[in-house]
C-alpha cells in the first residue's frame, strides 16, 4: 500500500531532539554499563522512574522487530500466541503458596471492591487455571504450548542497568504440557532448538548453561548468557568449550557432564550476565507439594490425563534488547544486531550550496526507490539536516549505529549516479551504481 | 521463509476444547450482550477476574491484526510509536490534580520505598514529563505526534459487557503538540481523517458525534459510535444524517451545525454505545488552572515556545474489537470485519472413508498452495476432525466466522480438481478450479 510508504526524516524523528549528544555529567550518576548509557543519551529510552522506562521510538521499533523473531520461532514449534491479564488474584497466588514466598517482589494492589491482586511477574497460577476451566482437554490434543509476550512487574529491591533489571519489563512465558516424561523432554528439546535458532538470528555470540532451578522447581534448567564485563554471574567453561555451568550456583561436582581431564586446570571464568532462564516443572499428581501450583492439577483428573508434565520457558524480551548492545556496541557507538536494528539505510545528502536542494530530491527519491521493496519499507531515514556538513552527520549516524550509511555526494548528481555505500560495522566504503545499490539493498535482511 | 509456514489443524487450535459448543447455562448468568457470550463459548476470550480477560490465539490474532492496522494509520499521518511505562508516580498525578479526581478509578499501589503509584488509565502526565524532560525542542520540530498501544487500567465500579467495559484493555493514545491554533486545528483535522479511514477499512457502519469534553477540559471533541442494542448512549441525528449529537449529554440548544428545520421532528434515537473518545486541550500558559496538567507546560518556556496546543486521541482497541462483533455478529455465530479475522480460510476435508486419507491429503497440498503466498501466511486452518461430516464442521466454521470456507467433497479428487468456496457473510457458494481458487485468494485483503 504506497499511501503507507511516507518518508522519515531525522529533523522529524524524535530521538533527535537531544541533538544525539550526551547530555549533563549529572545523568551519569548510577548508570553503570554503557548500553544503559547509549539508550538514555541517544532517545532510544527514557527513565520514567527508577527501574521503569518508556520506550521511545529507535527503542520501540528494535522491540518490535526483536517480539516479531520471538513470534516467529515460538510458532514453528507449535507454540499458540495469547495474553493472560496483568492482575492476578491473590487467591491464586495463596493457593500455589508464591504469595508469601515471592515476598516484597511482588506489586500488590486492592481494588475498590478490597480484593487484592498481584501485578503478574510470571503466570503459572493463570495459565493452569485458564486450563483446568477448559470443558475438555484430551490426550490427542497435547503437547498444548502456550505463549505470550506481555509486560511483567517485579518489585526489585536495587533496579540497575537500565533494562538488564527493571521493575517492568517485556518477557515471553511460554507454558507447555505434556503427558509423559519422553514427549515432555522431545517439547524440552524442541523449544531449546527455537532459542538456539532465535540467538543464531540475532547473531550475537552466546553460551547455553546448565542452570539452577530456584524456588519454582523443576527436574531440568538452562539458561542462555552473552559474555560482558557487567554481569553478576560467571559460567566455567571446560577447555573444549563444549560444557558450561555457573560457578556461582553450582559447583564443580555439580558439573553435569563434562568428562574432560583439562576442565578444572583451565576452568576459564567470564563475567556475564544471564539473559533467560527456562525451566521445566514435571508435575506428578501423587502429592508432591513441593510443585507450587500442584494444586490445580487435580482438575486435569477430570479431564482422564493422569500424568501430567508442565514446563515454563522464560525469555526476557528487553533484557535480550539491551544485552545485545552491551555485547556488541562501543563505548561511544550503538551496534544493533542487523535484524533487529530500528532502521537498516541512513541516507546523507550533500549539504546546503548552489546544488543543496538537488541533493536532498535525489536523497528523496532514492529513499523512494528503497521503500517500495516490501522488505524495507519504514528502513530507511533521510538526514535532512542540510546546515550540517556530510562528516558531522556521520558522526551521528555511527553513534546511532544505523547497519548501513549511503552518502550522497558530488557523483550521485553525476550521469551515471554513484552513491558510497558505509557498512557500519566494518567500516567499509564501496562506491556502487544505482542498479549495483539496488541489487545490495534486495540482500538486506529484515523482519 | 518456507521454514515459518507450518499449517495449523483445527484438532491442535487452542478455541477448539470447548467443542465449540455453548457451555453450561450457568456461565450466562451476567452475560448481557451476544458479543460477550460469543467470545466466551467460542475460546476468543476467558475469564480471569471481574473485568479482566485473557486473550485467546484467534482473539490475540484479531488484536493483532488491528493493532497494526492502527499503526498504519497512525503513522501515515507522521506518528510516531512509543511505549511508556505502566506504573505512573504519584507526585506527577497530584501535581496534575487528578491523583484526587480520578478517585477510586485509578488502582493505586505502593512500592517496597513506600513510594506511591498509579497504573496508568492514560498517560498525559508521562507524556508531558517526557517533553519537558528533552534537552532541545525548536518550533521547527512542530507537531510531535506520539502515540501507543498499551495496557490501560481503570478500577470499573460495575465492569460489564466483557471488553467492552472492562478493568484492564488495550488503548490507543496518541498525543500531538503545536505551537499555534491554526496548525493544532490541521492536527485535529489529520487525526479525524486517520480514524475515518480505520473505521472505514474495518468496514462497519458508524458515526461520528460532536462529543463532551469531560473532567479532563478541552475545547474539541468528537467521538465515534456503532450502532447496537447494548449502549448507554443515544445519538440524535437530523433527517439527513449529516449532524448528530449525544442526546444524553447535549441538549438540542447545543446542537452545533445543523440547520435543517426538520431536525425536532425526527430526532430518530438511537441506542449505541461509545467506541473512543478523542479531545483537543488548547494549553495556554497564562495561568488557565483548569487545565489538569498545565504545570508542565511552564518547560516548554525554556524552550522558548510560548503558546502550546496540546491534542489528546484515545482509541479503544479492545473495545473496538468486541464492538465490531456485536455489531456484525448474529445470535449465533460470529461474523468478523474482513480485514481482522483471525484466520481468512477454514479448509474441510471430506470424512474418513475408503479415501479419508486422500481427502486430508489433498487439503494439506491446497494449504502449502495457498500460504505459499505472502498474504495468506498463517491464514489458512484445516479442519482435520476427519470423525465428523462435512455438514457437522460447517455448523463450526460458521460459528467462528471465518470469512472463506473451501469444501473438499467427491469433486475435489476428480481431475481436473473442483472446490466448493463458500463465503461466510453472504453464504454464496461457488464451485471453483485450483486456478480459479488461487486467483480467488489473491483478491482476499489482509493485513
Known sequence: MASYCHRRYVSRLFQNFG?????????????????????????????????????????????????????????????????????????????????AAAGSELFKITDRQKHQFCLG????????????????????????KLYQITRKFRDEMAPKYGLLRGREFEM??????????????????????????????????????????????????????YFADVGQDSVLMCERKVFLTLCSKMGFAHFPTCHHKQFCATNSSNSIFMIIIFYQLNVLLCGDHELIIYIYFF????????????????????????????????????????????????????????RGEDYLTAAESLSDSLTQRRHLQGEVVIDDRMNLTIG???????????????????????????????????RETTFMSKDQLMAFADQIQTI
Chains 1, 2 share one sequence.
Open 19 to 99: 541533538k544525539l549528544q550526551p547530555k549533563s555529567k549529572s545523568q551519569e550518576v548510577g548508570l553503570s554499563c554503557h548500553s544503559h548509557k547509549l539508550m538514555l543519551y541517544n532517545d532510544i529510552i527514557a527513565q520514567s522512574y527508577a527501574g521503569g522506562f518508556h520506550m521511545l521510538p529507535l527503542g520501540l521499533r528494535a522491540l518490535e522487530k526483536l517480539t516479531h523473531l520471538v513470534d516467529e520461532e515460538m510458532q514453528a514449534i507449535g507454540g499458540q500466541k495469547i495474553a493472560m491479564t496483568t492482575l492476578a488474584p491473590e487467591s491464586l497466588w495463596q493457593t500455589s503458596g508464591r504469595w
Open 121 to 144: 511477574p510470571t503466570h503459572e497460577e493463570l495459565v493452569t487455571k485458564l486450563l483446568a476451566n477448559i470443558a475438555q482437554v484430551s490426550y490427542k490434543q497435547l503437547p498444548i
Open 172 to 225: 515471553k512465558d511460554m507454558y507447555t504440557f505434556d503427558s509423559n516424561e519422553e514427549t515432555a523432554l522431545e517439547t524440552y528439546n524442541g523449544v531449546c532448538g527455537a532459542y538456539n535458532r532465535l540467538f543464531d538470528r540475532l547473531g550475537v555470540p552466546y553460551v547455553k548453561v546448565a542452570g539452577a532451578t530456584g524456588i519454582i522447581g523443576g527436574s531440568l534448567s538452562h539458561e542462555y548468557h
Open 299 to 354: 482438575l486435569f483428573v477430570i479431564h482422564n490425563i493422569s500424568d501430567f508434565h508442565m514446563g515454563c520457558y522464560g525469555l526476557g524480551i528487553t533484557r535480550i534488547l539491551q544485552a545485545t548492545l552491551e555485547a556488541l556496541s562501543t563505548e561511544t557507538g550503538i551496534r544493533w544486531p542487523g535484524l533487529i536494528a530500528p532502521h537498516q539505510i541512513y541516507i546523507i545528502p550533500k549539504k546546503d550550496g548552489s
Open 392 to 426: 558531522r552527520r556521520q558522526v551521528d549516524a555511527d553513534r546511532l549505529g544505523y547497519p548501513y550509511t549511503i552518502i550522497l555526494g558530488v557523483k550521485a548528481l553525476e550521469s551515471p549516479a554513484l552513491y558510497e555505500v558505509v557498512e557500519t560495522a566494518t
